[in-house]
Nanobody
């Protein structure tokens, strides 16, 4: 009953920027954590960044401070601003949410993913 829909992926240029967005909808009580995970080609899914309801962020090391996560609790949305893109940033980016969702059940949900490519 909870849906996460990503947008904003596509083709970026080295050194360029992309902004990913994710909107949560459905039977939502309170979202605790929103985040972004990535599946790079031939690799397992990994954390990119997450942010709690109280706006405490957590970042993976590999993006070296080039990305910024933010959220809008009133809109149930989370964003990933990707600056200084590198080819190794490419992959499918997935939105994640957990908390008291789907009628006060503690659960987590995943979006369908949005592909990011980086090439000149």
């Amino acid at each position: 009953q909870v849906q996460l829909v990503e947008s904003g992926g596509g083709a970026g240029q080295p050194g360029g920027s992309l902004r990913l967005s994710c909107a949560a909808s459905g039977t939502i009580g309170a979202i605790e954590t929103l985040g972004w995970y990535r599946r790079a080609p031939g690799k397992q899914r990994e954390l990119v960044a997450s942010i709690t309801r109280s706006l405490i962020p957590n970042y993976a090391d590999w993006m070296k401070g080039r990305f910024t996560i933010s959220r809008d609790n009133s809109k149930n949305m989370v964003y990933l601003q990707m600056n200084g893109l590198k080819p190794e940033d490419a992959g499918v980016y997935y939105c994640y949410a957990d908390g008291w969702l789907d009628g006060d059940n503690w659960s987590n949900y995943w979006g369908q993913g949005t592909q990011v490519t980086v090439s000149s």
